[in-house]
């Protein structure tokens, strides 16, 4: 970037290409990648892909989401499934303040009070809401004995790489 001088101290940007510039991946991103191999157990009916690749764009990193509304109100009450929705609006809510969509997010990691196997059709049912078939981020829940608030069940926290 040049700066050109004008008068009375006002200055135009002028953009100058560098050298390495290459106008085909600035006009044709890189598309994520997601691969879901034989050799590694079906996750996607689980709400989440194996493997995400990602090559270029903005990184954003989204703090841990919860059940908490903008008014700091639970949603779901004891209910982890609502609770994962809510978290879920909330990931999608941050990502879209800058830019971005759901198609965008490339890792999540899901923290869930008390886990146990049983609850996994909930959080499971509520990702396959939010994230398309063909498209699930990679995903690692861990089971956690606390969140921040007594009455969080799960925080989720969310990667994304915008084009």
Known sequence: MQRTPKAFGVVDLVLVRPPEYNSRYF????PKEYTNPDSLFRSLEYGFSQIVAANGGKTVYISGQTAWDAQRQIIGGTDLAQQARQAL???QAAIEAVGGTLADVVALRI???NYRPE???AVGGALREFFPRE???ASTWIGVS???VSDFLIEIEATAVLE
């Open 146 to 148: 606390a969140l921040a």
């Open 135 to 137: 498209e699930r981020p």
């Open 119 to 121: 609850q996994a059709d």
């Open 111 to 113: 923290y869930i009070v």
């Open 27 to 30: 006009l044709n991103p890189m």
């Open 89 to 91: 609006r909330n990931v």
